[in-house]
Nanobody, 122 residues
């Protein structure tokens, strides 16, 4: 049984920071590509970034590059999304997902968490 559980969302002011966690059970994160996606109200789901299995290379969308960082703690079987310099446009439900291949296409991901809400507002 595979489960991905996101946590760390909440309300933050513009310019602030949050760190989201994706805790995995039933799979080992270093054996999967772990992606972060987000979906704002009325918008399609978009890829935020991902971290590869094994060597841990990362990819980021242009909208978050330089502000967000994905990392992995293999001992905790957890992937993190550090979000800095947050903007109101970052407001969305954030999801983590696991894929067998390196991809940012959401339909290639096998497992999904339920998401955590991030709201950036003053």
């Amino acid at each position: 049984q595979v489960q991905l559980v996101e946590s760390g969302g909440g309300l933050v002011q513009p310019g602030g920071s949050l760190r989201l966690s994706c805790a995995a059970s039933g799979l080992t994160v270093e054996y999967y590509v772990i992606g972060w996606f987000r979906q704002a109200p009325g918008k399609e789901r978009e890829g935020v970034g991902c971290i590869s299995h094994s060597d841990g290379w990362t990819y980021y969308s242009d909208s978050v590059k330089g502000r967000f960082t994905i990392s992995r703690d293999n001992a905790k079987n957890t992937v993190y999304l550090q979000m800095n310099s947050l903007k109101p446009a970052d407001t969305a439900v954030y999801y983590c997902a696991a894929s067998r291949i390196p991809t940012m296409s959401w339909n290639d991901y096998d497992y999904w968490g339920r998401g955590t809400q991030v709201t950036v507002s003053s």
